[in-house]
Structures are given as C-alpha cells and as structure tokens.
C-alpha cells in the first residue's frame, strides 16, 4: 500500500467563509486501494475538506488533484466527466423517495450511459446483490430500515463501477451492530470493486475498524494523517484529547463554530 499511486493530493488548501479562514493549508493524500478516514469534531472543518474534494466549492488556494486532475482548474464539463468517476455515499442515503431500491440504483445508468434497459437492469442487481439487498428491489425507501437505506445508497454510489468513493458519516443514526456490519460492507466492496475509500466520520470505533489511513483534523488544521497504529498512540495531547472526547483538544463545538463564522 505504501507504493500506490495517489488518487487523491492536495496541497496548501485555504478556505474562508468571509473573512474567516476555515481550512489552513492542508496537505495531504490518498493511496490507490485504500481506505481514508477523515475525522474531527464539530467545526474542525472536515466537511469544508469533503465538499472540495468533490468539487462542490472552490478554496480560496491550493490545489486539489482527484485522479491526476486539478479539479480548481477544470471547466464544468470536465468536472462533469471526472464525476462520473466518483462514487458518492451521502449521510442520509438521499434515496429518491418516488423510486424503488432497483429504480434507484439504475438512475446513474440510466442518466449517464447508453446501455439498454435489460443490462442496466443486471448491473444494478449485481450492487443490490453486493450489499446484500437481492429480492428487496420492488421496495421503496419509506419501507426500508435505517441500514437498508445506507446499503441501497452504497449501491446506487457504485452503480457505475467508480474508482473513488466518497462516505459522509456512513454510521450516523444505525445502532452498533448495524453499524458494524455496514463496515464489513464496505470492506468488502473495496475489495471486490477494487476501488480507493475517502471516509468523513467522527465514530471512533468505525474509524479504527475499518481504516488503512487516518486523517485527524482540528479547527482547520491537520493534526495528523497517518496508519491507524500511528494514530491510536500519537503523543500529541490534542489527538488524545479529540480520541477519547476530553475537553480541551480545542474543538468547537456547533454552536460556537457558527458563532464564530458569523462574528
């Protein structure tokens, strides 16, 4: 792993929101295969990070290549064909409520290739079959459960056999044992799919389960990217105190980031 390609770099990203500087000159990068988790706490700034990698935002400076492409310099076109690429996992599914589970994972295809129906309709249940939904295509979101929806979500986000895929809290709102298996999930896609992981979640315990990397963010800055190991046994005392959840590590909580956004 040590010797893959980078599919991700970024170098001295700075970002305000008015005259607040938000993201401080990050660096850093991710490895072709692997899994990347990006953790902080509220106001650390790594959703700021997330929406740049996927080109939802531009930064005020700094570069961000996304398989070997600067995304600050493309053209709307070109951002466009990168995307199709990237596979995107949002926190609450954002499944479309009017379409079944197999409906929703042939939407990209549909949207986005000239295959007939009758392939589009094996592909997708290929990934509903991956993620363990075969047999519950007919269903519509509202008749799902909580890791039901992650699942469809993960299959309608490789659809299209991306090669980098984007999770925003995969975990959020699942109790512990769902949680734990949706990470043996995405494992297992990985690895099958051959795909590299960008992971944003504040789960400790997911985070550590399910990491070949860790990228560690507090108030704009990153404090530390590097092996699980590495991470779990930093002699940095913020890493520590963000880790197990002491005060003082220096992370704003909601409230105060917004107040000092607004300030």
């Known amino acids: ?49 997330l929406r740049h990698l996927l080109g939802l935002e531009e930064p005020t400076g700094g570069t961000i290549e996304i398989l070997g492409q600067d995304i600050t310099q493309l053209s709307a076109s070109a951002m466009y064909a990168l ?40 592909m997708s249940r290929i990934k509903l079959e991956l993620v363990n939904l075969g047999g519950k295509d007919h269903l519509y979101p509202a008749e799902l459960s909580g890791g039901m929806i992650k699942r469809a979500a993960l299959a309608r986000a490789v659809a299209m ?33 051959q795909i590299t992981i960008v992971l944003v979640t504040h789960e400790l315990e997911s985070a550590f389960g399910i990491a070949d990397r860790i990228t560690v963010l507090d108030a704009g800055h990153i404090l530390i990217s590097d092996t699980v190991d590495a991470v779990r046994n930093s002699d940095s005392e913020r890493v520590q105190s963000l880790l197990h959840r002491r005060a003082g590590s220096g992370v704003l909580d909601g409230a105060a980031y917004l107040q000092r956004l607004t300030r």
């Not at 072709?32 to 959703?47: H, N, R, T, W």
């Not at 926190?91 to 000239?114: C, I, K, Y």
């Not at 995405?186 to 099958?192: E, G, K, Q, S, T």
């Open 1 to 49: 792993m040590s010797h893959a390609a980078e599919v991700i770099r970024v170098r001295d990203l700075v970002t305000h929101y008015g005259d607040t500087e938000i993201l401080h000159g990050v660096n850093f990068s991710v490895r072709a295969g692997e899994v990347m988790v990006i953790m902080g706490g509220s106001g650390s700034g790594k959703s700021t990070l």
């Open 161 to 193: 056999d991306p090669r980098l895929l984007f999770f925003d809290e995969p975990s959020a709102g699942l109790d512990p044992v769902v949680a734990a298996e949706l990470d043996e999930l995405i494992l297992r896609l990985r690895d099958a799919l």
């Open 83 to 122: 995307r199709k690429r990237i596979g995107v996992s949002f926190q609450g599914g954002a499944l479309f409520n009017s379409m079944t589970v197999a409906e929703n994972a042939e939407f990209p295809l549909r949207e986005h290739t000239d295959l007939d129906s009758q392939t589009i309709r094996i």
